[in-house]
Every structure is written in structure tokens, then in C-alpha cells.
């Protein structure tokens, strides 16, 4: 007789009892560097919800089964939330205690940086920094903190510390994870297109990252935490998909949760939750539908609630460089925002352009051969020149904090010694004033930093251990910003008479604020390395607490925009998608060139005839011989060799385990048995053994063109319905395929790049 | 209940214990922070003065809440006559701050030891495990890429249940073996290959 063995809900005739048949363990699933097939997956999900709904009308408990699934999406974001917030929160407190470990520890208790360390002292108004429970390494070691001997105990124990915390980092990601590296938005945003990596965002790389994230913030490195805690929160988001059936097992569904996770991830990075939907919608997402948008808010909300319960930087705010004045701005003022906006434009590309040339250079030479003395050699650089320059010392969330900050009375940091005239001082309003040498010499230091800066992130992004590059953007355009406001606050100062200034800032007045240009140059900076638009001016007002500033926000953002678009197309991250050859297929781009399917399609004129297999007549030898000569994902079944009719489309991993299955569970099944995949079979002899019925693994409606079809529609069917593999027909009759790797292979090629540069499947 | 239950529950052992053992975690991160945040020394309105005339410049720390944080209420005793007490406060900065020394404590520790924990496991990997075990010859081959990708992704379909390990110290070994085999063979992608995250 023969056996029906169903293989799980594929399109075509499933039944109630479809769903109820546990599917062979491992079809429907994907091989690791593979892609998914969106429409498959999408179409099994409703098919699930279909059997869910039907059912609920039976009993009271398959209704509340079909509730709890509807909730479970929302259940799902909570936990994410909640698990991102308080992971957020630990790296924050963890990274601020080891940063100030470098300098010193504290004697209250080893566990408190240095503010909180000097919180309780009961200090005079004149010595208000200075607190005696704070010790630096030299007033420990040796007793005393000043001269010479001291100076160069603390730089030296600066810099073994900030060794040891790299090296730690390195050696814990190349032993335990090696896939926590880097930034880590390129790969989500490959595998949120459908890519699939597996162990990318797993247990252990979450862990690893988490740990090694704060190991390489405070050693000192030119790095952010932005990129990889987008990161972490996917990994949240992935290993709490576990949890709910709905997400587990199908993949589609489990993207959507990653883009939400994603959108969580920024907003607790940034304490800006609109910022993180719209961050993750623009950036990071592929198939961003309006259900997920909601959720999206909710799963931000939540991160960010509980980082603000868990508090690590006092007074509830989430972020260290949060901006507290609103002070108003004059419309000449957009021109050096503009100018702002141009530098910003002008670094993006240059950055851009210098990191993947030396990211080349690690993958391609000898110099990749080592990535622990890489990571050793450019923390000594980075540590040796930091300590001298104050501004450099400090780690760049303080340094933007800083820079973002307006002078008040109060304020008795460098940048802030300003002659003061107390006479015309009236309450707390302070005039645009003479800059002391105080400020000059900020000035030629914040000089110095930025070069530093400018040139030492071009070796650090990229490295063997997590790093993300917001905060140093943010750094570079802050100090810039910073630099050219106080020019122009001098300007007005010492030249109130000129024409541009005697309508607006009399003598006395206050109208420039040089913290904004900070800000507005954060902005241009990371909007030319990024190219993000709208999340990136959401994000800046968000982190300000107002909308005065949208303006010169946006004036600079689509300047540097424009500029650094001029320049090169790609921000940092689909450029670094370009370099390792991830098949990510471009959804903003237009596909402008005349070729035609048949241009594209393999087989091509003098190679092989396409490899098919029949529908009835092909025994389970012939198709494991198939299988082990050939390498494709999948293969067309067709009616007969002669006629070349369409049947379907059959993946080779499906093929491959319900053979293998169908040899050890089921009697009579040899290599001489035909293989049938149609629901009648043809009636053989009595004396020929059984046939393996594969109806269930088959596709019975894979997407086809004709081979004129030009290949604009044909990128843009790929585009917009995610699809793997497209046949292609003449005349009815099945003549070539084409797969994902052929188009982006062809993009390459029409875009005078090097079709071998596209590595996966 | 329903039939997947079964199998459900057998393929999702391991998976599901580590996400448990991650909201145990995340529950013992959030109860610090609910209990701790009423330690009264952990809360302050504080008040910075700068010089005023022939008046030097004070701080002031309050305990008081957030509504009232500002300089009328938190300096005291004022140190200049009734109608230069608005003149005065117009310079002084007055903040409400609050933190939670037992949670600053608890993630510290939480991290330090995690880090020690990992070490810990480092040494042991590359110190005591290489002269425990044997060399297992299954692990020798080299893996030629293409040639062994479809066994072994066959191989991490999750085994029937007939093939199950018997006692807990197998299972846990060879669930340690294949995260070793997984670690190298990212370790390969990553580091020799260079075919990621370059």
C-alpha cells in the first residue's frame, strides 16, 4: 500500500488533520546562511491563525487559547522591555564604575564611582569638587596626588588598565563568542531582510556581549555602546521568541519581535523611545508592517521605563549627556549651522571612506592574522595619547556632556572661565562675556582631541571586540560645533558693532549659546556617517526636551545629508554590508538599467541544462544522486523531461530529510521506489516496491516570469515580496531560474562592482 | 492538553530552561530598585550658593521632596535679610537628586562575579579540560565546508527521542561539546575566514 505522510501545512490541500500530525523535525527550516522564503513562512502563519480561529468556535478552552495567542505578541514586547531596560541599566552602572576605575577607587566602598563616591561628603562651597573619600591610584599608592612621580604612577596605571580591560574583552570573544564583535547592525539588518545566521543572536553572545561591551567602553577605546546594545536587545528579543510557539517556529513572525526589539534597543540607549521606533523603521528594518509600529512603542516604552526605575545616572535621566536649557536661537545663526552641517557631510564621507579601506586591509593581509595584538597595540596608542589632554581622558559621554553643557554661574570647568563682570550680572542670566585664558586653552586642547579622534575611530570601529560608533561621532561633531560656537560667541563679543550683530546681540545680552552648536554638530557628524534622516533630528529633540531646536537640527542634518551623499552613496552601514558580501538586497535604491530576465537567468547559454526532477518517474536513487552532485537549495519539478511543465518548486533541505526519514521509518521504501509528488499516483506492478509520496514537501506555486520580462520588475518582485528564487518560463515551458545571489550578483555587476564580492547563498 | 504539547516539551528543554534562568536574573535586578530606593540617605534636594556681596558661598543638603526642592524651603538658616531673599535665590541652583546605593551595589557585584565566573570557565577550557579528556576522533576531521555542510546541518536537526543521552552528566557533556564545535566553528567564519564581521 502506500503511506500518506504529510509533511506539515504547505500550501495546496491541507486539512484539519494537517495541523494536528507533528511535521518531521527539520523541514521548514532553514540551513545556516541561507535565506528565508518570506512568502512561505508568512502564508503558514495564517494558515496556523486560520486553524486557531476555526478551533476557538469548539470549546471554551480553544478560545482562550486563540486570546492567549492574539496577547502573546504583547506579552512577548513586555518581557523584551524589561529584559533590555534592566540589561541596559547594568551595562550603563558598570561601564561608569570601571571608566573611573582607571583613575582611582574609592574608599567608601569599592562599588562607587567617583560621583557617587563624593555624593555624601560634606564639602565648602570652594573646594566643591574635591572630596577626600575619592582616592586616584597615586594618592594610594604613594600617599601623595601631585608632582611629577605621581603624574606619571597615575598614567602609567591608566594605561594597564585600560590594557587589561581590551585584553579581557578580546580573549572572552574569541573564546567564548566570536560572532559579539563589532557593531552588530549590519548583520541584524541582513538578517532582518531574511538572512539567516544562526547562533548571531543567541545565549552566549548575548552574555559575551554584555560583558565585553563594558570591558571595552572603559578601557578607553574610541567606541560607543549604541550599535551594540541594538544588538543585546535582539538577542533579548530572539532567545524570549523561545518562550511563545507563534514565534519560535516560524521566522517571518520572529522578525517582526527583532524589529521591535531593535527599536527597544535605541531607545534605552538614548532614553529616546520615539527616536528608537523611527530608528529602527529607517535603519534597521526590512518589512516594517503597522502592527509592528505599535508594538514597536510599546516594547520602547517599556526598556525605558525600566532603565529610568533602575536610575544609573541620578535624577531619573537616561542618558549622561541630557540637555536641560532652552535657550533661544537667531535665524542668522543658521549659517554657521549650515557650516556645521558641511564639516559633518565632509567627515561622514572621509570616515566612511578610510574605515572600509582599512577594514579591507584586516580582511584581506596578514594584519588579520592577529586580532589580539591589534586590539593590544591600538589600545596602547589610544590610552598614551589620551591621558595627557584632559578632554581626551574623560570618556566621550562625559566629554559630549560637557560640550553640550551652557555656562552658568556655577560652573568652574575650564571651558566656562569666562572674565566675569559681576555688575551686570542681574540673577542667574549670564551676557555673552570676554573668554578667559581658561577657555583658550580648552579650545587648543578640544583642538587636539579632535584630531585624535577624528583618526584613532578610523582604527577602532571594526575591531575584534564590540564596538559601535554614535558616541564617537557625536564626540567629534560636539567638539567642532563647540569650537565654532565659542568662536562666534567671541565674534559677537568683541564686534557687536558689525551689521550682523547690532540688530540681535547688543552688548549685555546673551545670544549665543555655543552648547547648541555642540549639539547641532553632534547631529550633522552622526547624520554623515549614518545618513539617518528623520530618527536621527527625532532622536537629538528627544534627547533635548524640546522642539526649539528642530530647526537647526534638521538645517544640519539634511546638509550633511546632501553633502556626504554627493560624495559617496552608502552610509557606514550598508557599507560595511558591501564589504563582507552579505546578500541584502537594497530596498531604497533603484534599479535603473535595461537587462532582461533572460540576461540573468541560469543556466546560462553554453552551461548545462537546468537539473529538474520529474514528478512520477525519478526513483530515490536518481534523486540522491541529484542531491549529492549538485549543490543548489532547491529544484524545479516538472511534469516530464520532454514537455518541461511547471509543477513546483522543491527545496533541497526538505528533500533531503524526508528521504533519509522515509529510508529509516518506513517499510518498503528502497532506491529503486519511485518518488511521486502528485496526489494520484500512476499504478505500478504488483511486484515493484512501494512509492514515497513527497506531495506534502512540494511548492506547488513557486513565482514565475517570462524570460523577456525586464529585470526592474523582476528586482522589484525580489524587493517587495521577499522572495529566494524566481523561475523563469518561455512559451509555458520552464527555461532557467533565477535566485537572490544571481540578482544582487547583476546589481554588482551593472554598478561596475565585483560580482565575486556577493560570498553567501 | 494538545498533541504538540509533548514534543514541544522535548525539544525545548534546554531552550527554555536558559530564558527562565534569564528572567530569574532580571527579576533579581529589578527587586533591588523597588526596595532599596526609600533608603532616606539616598535621597536629597541640594542647593549650591555662590558668593552674594560679603556673603561667602554655602551648600545646602535637604531631605525634602521634589516639590519642595527649591531655595526657600532647603536654605536655612537664610543668610540675608528679608528683601534680598529674592535677589539671592535667583543665584542659587537648586536640584532634587536621588540614587540607590543597594542597586549600584548588587549590579556590581552581579557583573564581577559573572566576569569571574567566565574566567574561571576560560582557565578551566584551556588548562584542565584538554588533559581530562581524550582527543574524541570525531572531532579530528577537518570540516571541508561544502562537502559536510548537508550532513551536519542534519546533524543539528534536534535527535529523536529514541537516541536521547541517559544520564544528566551525558547530556550536559554533550551539549558542551556541540557549543564547542559551534565556537569554532564561528571562530572560523569570523577569525580564519574573515567571511564575517570583518
Known amino acids: ?761 | 492538553l494538545f498533541p504538540q504539547a509533548p514534543t514541544m516539551f522535548a525539544q525545548c528543554s534546554w531552550n527554555s530552561v536558559s530564558p527562565v534562568v534569564l528572567l530569574v536574573l532580571l527579576g533579581c535586578l529589578l527587586c533591588p530598585p523597588a526596595q532599596a530606593s526609600k533608603s532616606s540617605e539616598d535621597i536629597r534636594c541640594k542647593c549650591i550658593c555662590p558668593p552674594y556681596r560679603n556673603i561667602s558661598g554655602h551648600i545646602y543638603n535637604k531631605n525634602v521632596s521634589q516639590k519642595d526642592c527649591n531655595c526657600l524651603h532647603v536654605v536655612e538658616p537664610m543668610p540675608v535679610p528679608g528683601n534680598d531673599v529674592e535677589a539671592y535665590c535667583l543665584l542659587c541652583e537648586c536640584k532634587y537628586e536621588e540614587r540607590s546605593t543597594t542597586t549600584i551595589k548588587v549590579i556590581i557585584i552581579i557583573y564581577l562575579s559573572v566576569v569571574g565566573a567566565l574566567l574561571l570557565y576560560m582557565a578551566f577550557l584551556v588548562l584542565v579540560d584538554p588533559l581530562i579528556r581524550k582527543p574524541d576522533p570525531y572531532t579530528q576531521p577537518l570540516h571541508n565546508e561544502e562537502e559536510s555542510e548537508d550532513t551536519r546541518s542534519l546533524a543539528a536537526v534536534p535527535t529523536p527521542a529514541g537516541a536521547r543521552a541517559n544520564t544528566v552528566l551525558e547530556r550536559v557533556e554533550g551539549a558542551q561539546q556541540r557549543w564547542k564545535r559551534q565556537v569554532q566553528e564561528q571562530r572560523k567564519t569570523v577569525f580564519d575566514r574573515h567571511k564575517m564581521l570583518s
Not at chain 1, 533579548?236 to 527583532?258: D, M, P, Q, S, W
Not at chain 1, 549650515?338 to 596578514?366: D, E, Q, Y
Not at chain 1, 526592474?712 to 512559451?731: A, P, S, W
Request: hydrophobic residues 45%.
Open chain 1, 1 to 761: 500500500g502506500f503511506s500518506t505522510y504529510n509533511g506539515g501545512g504547505m500550501n495546496g490541500k491541507s486539512t484539519m488533520m494537517d495541523f494536528l500530525e507533528e511535521p518531521l523535525p527539520g523541514v521548514g527550516t532553514y540551513e545556516d546562511f541561507n535565506t528565508i522564503d518570506w512568502v512561505r513562512e508568512k502564508s503558514r502563519d495564517r494558515d496556523r491563525h486560520r486553524e486557531i480561529t476555526n478551533r476557538s468556535k469548539e470549546s471554551t478552552w480553544a478560545l482562550l487559547h486563540s486570546v492567549s495567542d492574539a496577547f502573546s505578541g504583547w506579552l512577548l514586547m513586555l518581557f523584551i522591555g524589561l529584559l533590555a531596560g534592566s540589561l541596559a541599566g547594568l551595562i550603563d552602572i558598570s561601564a561608569h564604575w570601571m571608566t573611573d576605575l582607571k583613575e582611582g577607587v574609592c574608599l567608601a566602598g569599592f562599588w562607587f564611582n567617583h560621583e557617587h563616591c563624593c555624593w555624601k561628603s560634606n564639602t565648602t562651597f570652594t573646594d566643591r569638587d574635591k572630596c577626600p573619600e575619592w582616592k586616584s591610584w597615586s594618592q594610594l599608592i604613594l600617599g601623595y596626588g601631585e608632582g611629577a612621580f605621581a603624574y606619571i604612577l597615575n598614567y602609567f596605571m591608566y594605561v594597564v588598565w585600560a590594557l587589561m580591560f581590551s585584553l579581557l574583552a578580546v580573549l572572552l570573544v574569541k573564546g567564548f563568542a566570536p560572532y559579539a564583535c563589532g557593531s552588530g547592525i549590519p548583520e541584524i539588518k541582513t538578517i532582518l531582510s531574511g538572512f539567516i545566521i544562526r547562533g548571531y543572536l543567541g545565549k552566549w553572545t548575548l552574555v559575551i556581549k554584555t560583558i565585553t561591551l563594558v570591558l571595552a567602553v572603559s578601557s578607553g577605546l574610541s567606541l560607543g555602546k549604541e550599535g551594540p546594545l541594538v544588538h543585546v536587545a535582539c538577542c533579548c528579543g530572539n532567545i524570549l521568541c523561545h518562550l511563545f510557539t507563534k514565534y519560535r517556529k516560524n521566522e517571518a513572525k520572529r522578525r517582526e519581535v527583532l524589529s521591535a526589539a531593535a527599536a527597544a534597543g535605541v531607545s534605552v540607549a538614548f532614553g529616546a523611545p520615539i527616536g528608537g521606533v523611527l530608528f529602527s523603521l529607517e535603519e534597521v528594518s526590512y518589512y516594517f508592517p503597522l502592527k509592528t509600529l505599535w508594538r514597536s512603542f510599546f516594547a520602547a516604552l517599556v526598556a525605558a521605563f525600566t532603565l529610568r526605575s533602575i536610575n544609573p545616572f541620578g535624577n531619573s535621566r537616561l542618558v549622561l549627556f541630557y540637555v536641560e536649557f532652552h535657550m533661544p536661537w537667531h535665524l542668522l545663526e543658521l549659517v554657521p549651522f549650515i557650516l556645521l552641517g558641511i564639516f559633518g557631510g565632509l567627515w561622514g564621507a572621509f570616515f566612511i571612506r578610510s574605515n572600509i579601506a582599512w577594514c579591507r586591509r584586516r580582511k584581506t593581509t596578514r594584519l588579520g592574522k592577529y586580532p589580539v595584538l591589534e586590539v593590544f597595540v591600538v589600545t596602547a596608542i589610544t590610552a598614551i595619547l589620551a591621558f595627557p589632554n584632559e578632554y581626551t581622558r574623560m570618556s566621550t559621554s562625559e566629554l559630549i556632556s560637557e560640550l553640550f553643557n551652557d555656562c552658568g554661574i556655577l560652573d568652574s570647568s575650564k571651558l566656562c572661565e569666562y572674565v566675569n563682570d559681576f555688575n551686570s550680572t542681574k540673577g542667574d542670566d549670564l551676557p555673552d562675556r570676554a573668554a578667559g585664558p581658561g577657555v583658550y586653552t580648552a579650545m587648543w586642547q578640544l583642538a587636539l582631541a579632535l584630531i585624535m579622534k577624528v583618526f584613532i575611530t578610523i582604527f577602532t570601529f571594526g575591531m575584534k571586540v564590540p564596538s559601535g560608533l554614535f558616541i564617537p561621532s557625536m564626540a567629534v561633531g560636539a567638539i567642532a560645533g563647540r569650537l565654532l560656537g565659542v568662536a562666534v560667541e567671541q565674534l559677537a563679543f568683541y564686534h557687536h558693532d558689525w551689521a550682523i550683530f547690532s540688530g540681535w546681540c547688543s552688548q549685555g545680552a546673551d545670544c549665543i549659546t555655543p552648547g547648541l552648536y555642540a549639539m547641532v554638530g553632534a547631529a550633522a557628524c552622526l547624520g554623515g556617517v549614518t545618513r539617518m534622516t528623520v530618527s536621527l533630528v527625532v532622536i537629538m529633540f528627544e534627547l533635548t526636551g524640546g522642539l526649539e531646536y528642530i530647526v537647526p537640527l534638521m538645517a544640519a542634518a539634511m546638509t550633511s545629508k546632501w553633502v556626504a551623499d554627493a560624495i559617496g552613496r552608502e552610509g557606514i552601514y550598508d557599507a560595511h554590508i558591501r564589504l563582507n558580501g552579505y546578500p541584502f538586497l537594497e530596498a531604497k535604491e533603484e534599479f535603473s538599467h535595461k537587462t532582461r530576465a533572460m540576461d540573468v537567468m541560469r543556466p546560462r547559454k553554453n552551461d548545462p541544462p537546468l537539473t529538474v526532477i520529474t514528478q512520477d518517474s525519478m526513483t530515490v536513487e536518481d534523486v540522491e544522486t541529484i542531491v549529492t552532485k549538485t549543490t543548489y537549495s532547491g529544484y524545479p519539478v516538472v511534469v516530464s523531461r520532454a514537455s518541461q511543465r511547471l509543477v513546483g518548486f522543491v527545496l533541497r533541505r526538505d528533500l533531503i530529510i524526508s528521504i533519509e526519514n522515509a529510508r529509516k521509518k518506513q517499510d518498503g521504501i528502497v532506491s529503486t521506489s519511485i518518488i511521486c509528488f502528485t496526489d494520484y499516483c500512476p499504478p505500478l506492478p504488483p511486484s515493484s516496491p512501494s512509492v514515497l509520496k513527497l506531495r506534502s514537501i512540494l511548492d506547488l506555486s513557486p513565482f514565475t516570469v517570462t524570460d523577456e520580462t525586464p529585470m526592474e520588475i523582476v528586482v522589484d518582485i525580489f524587493r517587495k515580496l521577499g522572495l529566494r528564487q524566481c523561475l523563469v518560463t518561455h512559451n509555458g515551458k520552464l527555461l532557467g531560474i533565477i535566485t537572490k545571489k544571481d540578482v544582487l550578483k547583476h546589481i554588482a555587476q551593472m554598478a561596475n562592482q565585483d560580482p565575486e564580492s556577493i560570498l553567501f547563498n
